[in-house]
C-alpha cells in the first residue's frame, strides 16, 4: 500500500514538471519577437522641420543621438503592407538632466485588411531642456 501511494505521488510529480515545463515554454515564445532589420526611421523637429533618418540595423534597432530639446515626431516610413502598429514608449531623466527615450514598435499582422496601413507609424514625443537621445526597435512577434 506504501508503494502503490509513493508510485501515484511520483507520477503527480512528474506531471506537474512536465505541466510547468510546456507552461514556461508557451510563455516564454509568446514574448519572443523577431527583429525587422532595414526599415527606414525618421525623425522630425517640430518647430522647424529639421528631419534625420536612419534605418533599423540587423536587430531592429535604430538610434538618434544628442537631440536638442523640443518637440520630436518619430516615424516609420513605409511600414509593412497589412500590420497593426503597436507601439510602446519609455521615458527617462539621467542625472545630468538629459531625456532618453525608448521606442518599440511591433508590427501584427493584420491579414488581408489594408484599412489599417499607415496607421499609428507615428509618435510624438518631448525632449527635455537639456537635450537627449531616442533609441529603439521595430520588431514581429514570432507567434501569433
Known amino acids: 500500500m506504501k508503494q502503490n501511494k509513493f508510485n501515484n505521488l511520483s507520477r503527480a510529480f512528474a506531471l506537474t514538471i512536465v505541466l510547468i515545463a510546456l507552461f514556461l515554454i508557451i510563455v516564454?515564445?509568446?514574448y519572443a519577437y523577431d527583429p525587422v532589420p532595414g526599415l527606414d526611421i525618421s525623425i522630425e523637429q517640430i518647430p522647424g522641420g529639421k528631419q534625420m533618418t536612419t534605418k533599423t540595423d540587423r536587430n531592429g534597432e535604430f538610434l538618434f543621438k544628442d537631440l536638442p530639446s523640443g518637440k520630436i515626431i518619430i516615424k516609420l516610413i513605409q511600414p509593412p503592407p497589412n500590420k497593426i502598429i503597436k507601439k510602446d514608449v519609455k521615458s527617462s531623466l539621467t542625472k545630468?538632466?538629459?531625456t532618453y527615450i525608448?521606442?518599440?514598435f511591433t508590427l501584427i499582422d493584420n491579414g488581408h485588411d489594408s484599412s489599417t496601413d499607415g496607421k499609428n507609424k507615428k509618435v510624438e514625443i518631448t525632449i527635455g531642456p537639456k537635450g537627449g537621445n531616442i533609441s529603439g526597435?521595430?520588431?514581429y512577434p514570432k507567434l501569433k
Open 28 to 30: 516564454v515564445r509568446s
Open 96 to 98: 545630468d538632466s538629459k
Open 102 to 104: 525608448n521606442v518599440t
Open 137 to 139: 526597435k521595430v520588431v
